[in-house]
């Protein structure tokens, strides 16, 4: 189901998934306290999977995605990233502000999602542990690990230690020409960047675990 608010009191959109039921905006009457509530009752609900959906001057910005917890991250999952510079920059919004999201592209682009199998059980199970990314490009297939832990993983600080070792798997078929890839960092800092000569490849990325 999806929930948003009255044009006048514009919170934002979010779209909830694998829930026995739905709410309306409703429950939430209180303008001040209608997102942490709502955010407090999917993480209440078991195997819900939250997607905050294009934030933004015109649908809401989720009161600048405001509102994280470790608790609320069990529950929203997702964020859906625009086009352009602005989806970006509410993506790196988010992450400052303590949500765990992985991106799901917008209307006109792709989600990937690294599922078990292709059952609605194993495919909630990918969407809630966050195997998913976002793409363009309808024939990109990409696989990374940090530390030899699949994307989408939530790790502690201790499972690190003092470098975090990126493992990436690029696969773009019908593509030719080079291809440049970046880790973007804290604040969009690009922390690391190489050129592959083709569309396809691997490549690993040693850093400084801060």
Not at 32 to 54: K, M, N, Q, R, V
């Amino acid at each position: 189901y999806e929930l948003s608010w009255q044009q006048e009191k514009q919170l934002g959109h979010a779209v909830v998934l694998a829930t026995p039921g739905f709410v309306t905006r409703e429950k939430y009457p209180q303008y001040s306290t209608a997102l942490p509530d709502f955010y407090d009752d999917l993480a209440e609900c078991p195997g819900a999977i939250g997607i905050l959906c294009h934030p933004g001057a015109m649908y809401g910005s989720f009161q600048n995605l405001a509102h994280a917890s470790d608790h609320r991250n069990t529950a929203v999952s997702l964020l859906e990233i625009g086009s352009g510079d602005d989806g970006l920059f509410y993506y790196d919004l988010a992450l400052s502000q303590d949500w765990q999201t992985a991106p799901v592209g917008p209307e006109g682009s792709r989600t990937a999602v690294l599922a078990r199998s292709l059952t609605e059980e194993d495919l909630y199970e990918a969407l809630r542990s966050r195997r998913v990314y976002a793409t363009e490009d309808p024939n990109l297939g990409i696989t990374y690990t940090l530390n030899g832990h699949i994307l989408g993983s939530r790790l502690a600080r201790r499972q690190i230690g003092d470098l975090a070792e990126l493992r990436v798997s690029l696969r773009d078929t019908g593509e030719t020409g080079s291809t440049e890839l970046q880790v973007i960092a804290e604040n969009g800092q690009v922390a690391a960047a190489c050129t592959l000569a083709d569309a396809s490849g691997e490549v690993r990325f040693t850093l400084p675990a801060t």
